[in-house]
């Protein structure tokens, strides 16, 4: 049996352009686009992480608007893939809901991913894949907005994967938390 | 010598949800996204092509604010990413600019991707990845809107590269253009 895997997008705590920690509002295309990758590579769930209320208030808006709402009607596509998105305050809640399924082996673990490695032994998308393929907890995959994950995020982890390049170095390596995601789950699962 | 390629954004004509053909609209984060995958995967330009002169302009002073303008002041990464975009009317624009270059070995080709296969003899990304290695034209990577390219454009097409699938069924595919955008250049560059 393989193991499950789940990924989040975290919005606090997160790095600011000067390396400064912030939180970050939420986008609405994030919401489409991860849920929609997530599903296209058969995922448990989208976690999307914030601690203010009212932006989480706003993501359950959203995700209503496109499931059970007009969106949803119009683009019964869309409804199936925000119906994977869960609203959580923080990622210990998104471990916690992970936890709760019924058919569970172990305590859920952290995987990041950040565009520079962080400066801690990383893992191959190769071997990465391989892990995945066998028994083993859930695996909760987390992604940062704004310039990364802070490092309390990256101290938590079980696992860092390595930083996406191309195989020519082209001298810049700046993809959207969107384009990311959907590289990540196509190595992993693709 | 490997071949050069670049990558069209196209708003029309594209399939709206019955099938009919239709024109889309801009929408500003598939410039951000696409010409940051662009640019991380060394290509040599991002066209996004558009019938109408209301819609060009529009992308024109997007382009202008985060490369000359005050976003390109603020995250100069923006800025060396959407130098990258042009802004044309039609693939023959797109196909025109590529040929103007210096030193290009014969007419550019057209490639297209669709979520579904077109119903011709598709090609692999390994396949497709082995081409690109060696010598021959430039190619002109195409990528619909909506609910994808018409098949006027795919019948222009020397080539089409197959869907992105899971390797595993998820029973959906519906990629957001800008992760299948991602997820192709990963494949065929990453």
Redesign the interface.
Known sequence: MSRKLAIALVHHPVLG?DGDILTTTITN?DL??MS??A????LEAFYVVHPFASQRLLSERIIGHWTDGAGGK??P??A??LKCLRVVPDLDAALSDMSSGAETSGSPELWTTAARAPGEAEVSFAAAREMLDQDGPPVLMVFGTGWGLASEVHERAALYLAP?????D?G?????V??????CL??L??
């Open positions: 352009r295309l489409h686009d929609r990758s599903r296209t590579y058969g119009r683009i596509d869309r199936k893939a996406i390049q191309a195989s020519k082209s810049f390596n700046h993809l959207s969107r384009a990311a995601c959907a590289i196509d190595r699962f693709g």
